[in-house]
């Protein structure tokens, strides 16, 4: 989860507890990101880092797989990709070699996650032949290592995301699972790989009974991201967390996203106790309309000026400028000579700061809050009322996993029962446990 809300701590508590979690590297600057590897290397379980695809800033996107590479990290979640990318394919065949026994050992490891079969397919095949040229003159790998590489797939494991929290096709889990994991069985008969290919399952997973549907449907592994938001050691404010555990199956829409503002790309959020929602999609609305700023009527102006930003469209300009003229200049000359491009990045302020004064709990703008969040959440929630994981401050990330695992095992064998004809008692439910009871189940 990006910003850090997939924060330093929740991946160390689920690493310890034998689970995989990855650093929500993305919209941090480099700078946050390194410092969180630095922290994560050699800590003795397994973790990841997510490598989000960035088509407006190129540069960052191969920054950060060097440093995944220079530090070491060997296991990368790469998401949002349209396409493979060089840095992608730089990564994953770094340091790729035969061992004693012939096989091949790649040591960096890529987990995709997709919502697209056409996606899955090319994370599923060897990295292409275009890229492990480019790569062999500048000299990154030999000419030998291109050929090992043409023969392993780009990930050995890809993620098939459905409708979740964040960036998503709001595809159902149901119907996106068979296509993508029959996709993985064609393709391992078609490169003759020596390695299995394997399908997890992410979106609307929160309660043992989606967990347990995953694995019926041959999940290799299923992976949570909304219920994880509202747990303690997430990089998100305490208020956050409590609209969180508020949330209700049917809170949850599809809002404006600031990175591909332009072009009307969306992400899901929640709607209950903020009007970010509607107030993003306005401003959408406007960017269609007008051709800049000056161009939209005065009154309406003051409108946006007064409500939504509380600042002016001048300050509002010269910050971003401030801010671009470091991170992006390219962007600052164009918006000087694109009226419109200029409008689109006082928009995307907004955008932008409505994610931060959630995550940092900003009082004076709850109404604004950019909270992203899918309808798992409602699902755990009314899984956990009346347990000890309605509480906010209960939610530990170990402990809300441990318990959809360990749901999911026994709703699977209260319903192989089932298959046998056993009739199970009317009041069976799976209820949350508290750690010490699913320690005790298994001493
Ligand atoms: C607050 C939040 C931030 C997210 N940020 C990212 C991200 O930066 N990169 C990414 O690959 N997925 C991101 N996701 C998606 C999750 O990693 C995960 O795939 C998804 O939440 C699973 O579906 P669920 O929300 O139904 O549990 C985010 C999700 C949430 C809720």
């Known amino acids: 989860m990006a910003k850090g809300i997939s924060s330093v701590a929740m991946v160390e508590e689920l690493g310890r507890a034998g689970m995989l979690g990855f650093f929500g590297a993305a919209g941090l600057p480099f700078a ?36 995944y590479i220079r530090k070491g990290v060997r296991l990368v979640e790469a998401s949002a990709f349209l396409a493979l990318t060089l840095p992608l394919v730089r990564y994953r065949t770094h340091g790729i070699h035969r061992a004693a026994d012939g096989s091949i050992i790649a040591p960096n490891r890529i987990i995709a996650k997709i919502s697209r079969e056409e996606l899955a397919e090319r994370f599923f095949s060897p990295p292409p032949e275009k890229f492990l040229r480019t790569l062999i003159e500048d000299g990154s790998i030999t000419a030998e290592q291109a050929e090992l590489a043409g023969q392993i797939p780009m990930a050995q494991e890809i993620t098939a995301e459905a409708d979740s929290g964040g960036h998503t096709d709001n595809r159902p889990a149901i119907a996106l ?50 219920v994880n938001q509202a747990c303690v050691e997430s990089g998100t404010s305490d208020t956050v967390r409590r609209m969180l555990a508020e949330t209700r199956q049917a809170d949850v829409t599809m809002a404006p996203a600031a990175d591909m503002f332009e072009m009307g790309v969306t992400v899901q959020v929640l709607k209950r106790g903020t009007m970010f929602p509607m107030r993003a999609a306005k401003l959408y ?12 009527p005065a009154a309406e102006r003051e409108k946006f000026e007064k409500t939504f930003f509380k600042a002016t469209f001048a300050d509002i300009w010269r910050d971003t400028r401030t801010f671009f003229l470091t991170r992006d200049p390219h962007q600052v000359e164009r918006a000087e000579r694109d009226e419109k491009h200029r409008m689109a990045l006082v928009f995307r302020w907004y955008l932008g700061q409505a994610a931060h004064w959630a995550k940092d709990g900003d009082p004076s703008r709850t109404i604004d809050y950019q ?17 000890f994981l309605a509480s906010p401050e209960q939610r530990r990330v170990a402990t809300v996993a441990r318990n959809i695992l360990f749901g999911a095992a026994l709703m699977t064998r209260a319903n192989i029962l089932r298959y046998q004809n056993v009739r199970l008692p009317a009041d069976f439910r799976v209820e949350p446990f508290e750690d010490t009871q699913i320690k005790e189940y298994f001493a």
Not at 44 to 49: S, Y
Not at 196 to 218: D, E, H, Q, W
Not at 285 to 296: L, Q
Request: net charge negative.
């Open 371 to 387: 909270i992203w969040c899918g309808p798992a959440m409602g699902a755990f929630n009314e899984w956990a009322a009346g347990s």
């Open 32 to 67: 946050a990101v390194e410092t969180a590897v630095n922290h994560l290397a050699n800590v003795g379980f397994p973790c990841g880092f997510n490598l989000i695809h960035s088509p407006h800033e190129p540069d960052l996107e191969a920054a950060l797989a060097q440093l």
């Open 285 to 296: 609305e406007m960017y269609r309309a007008y051709d800049g700023i000056e161009s939209i």
């Open 177 to 226: 699972f068979p296509t993508i994991a029959s996709l993985a069985t064609r393709l391992e008969l078609k490169f003759g790989y020596s390695v299995k290919l394997r399908v997890g399952l992410a979106g609307g997973i929160a309660t043992p009974a989606a967990a347990a549907a995953a694995f019926a449907m041959g999940a290799a592994y299923i992976m949570t991201g909304s």
